[in-house]
């Protein structure tokens, strides 16, 4: 039986085509990253920054955004994945297919900040995938 799915890539190697993530995984991996992202707000609040000058000036919001900006940058940018994306098996790629660049990751992660942004749509795609030119794709 022969697989059509398959192709030589650019470096002469055989390959299988990305295929985009479902919508059903995508709203899985951001159940579970929410979920993990309130988990350790909860803990850098309660237990770290509680009794620190940080609370005393109201500054735990900045520490809230600087958590966030941490779990999906530092994730996205250094394995390509969030821990909802490893629990899916999905990881994000630019548009040819490849790792994306650090500019790419810094525009996903901050897109993010935008009002609504979980619900934008543009072209069927996320908008963070949109400013970003990138995608989420199955391994």
Same mark, same amino acid.
């Not at 909860?42 to 500054?59: A, D």
């Given at each position: 039986?022969? $697989?059509? #799915?398959?192709?030589?890539? #650019?470096?002469?190697?055989?390959?299988? &085509?990305?295929? #985009?993530?479902?919508?059903?995984?995508?709203?899985?991996?951001?159940?579970? #990253?929410?979920? %993990?992202?309130?988990?350790?707000?909860?803990? !850098? $609040?309660? %237990?770290?920054? =509680? =009794? +620190?000058? !940080?609370? !005393?000036?109201?500054?735990?919001?900045?520490?809230?955004?600087?958590? @966030? !900006?941490?779990?999906?940058?530092?994730?996205?940018?250094?394995?390509?994945?969030?821990?909802?994306?490893? %629990? *899916?098996?999905?990881?994000?790629? $630019?548009?040819?297919?490849?790792? &994306? *660049?650090?500019?790419?990751?810094?525009?996903?992660?901050?897109?993010?900040? %935008? &009002?609504?942004? &979980?619900?934008?749509? @543009?072209?069927?795609?996320?908008?963070?995938?949109?400013? +970003?030119?990138?995608?989420?794709? $199955?391994?």
């Amino acid at each position: 039986m022969e $697989n059509t #799915d398959l192709y030589i890539d #650019d470096k002469g190697t055989l390959a299988v &085509p990305l295929v #985009d993530a479902d919508a059903g995984k995508r709203f899985l991996n951001l159940l579970i #990253d929410i979920g %993990i992202v309130i988990f350790l707000i909860v803990i !850098f $609040n309660k %237990i770290i920054f =509680h =009794h +620190s000058i !940080f609370s !005393f000036f109201g500054l735990l919001k900045i520490l809230d955004l600087a958590v @966030i !900006f941490a779990y999906f940058y530092g994730l996205e940018n250094s394995v390509g994945q969030t821990v909802g994306k490893m %629990i *899916t098996k999905t990881k994000v790629v $630019n548009l040819e297919g490849k790792k &994306p *660049t650090t500019q790419q990751m810094l525009v996903r992660t901050f897109s993010r900040a %935008i &009002p609504l942004e &979980p619900v934008l749509l @543009i072209g069927g795609k996320w908008l963070h995938d949109s400013l +970003s030119q990138t995608r989420v794709v $199955n391994q």
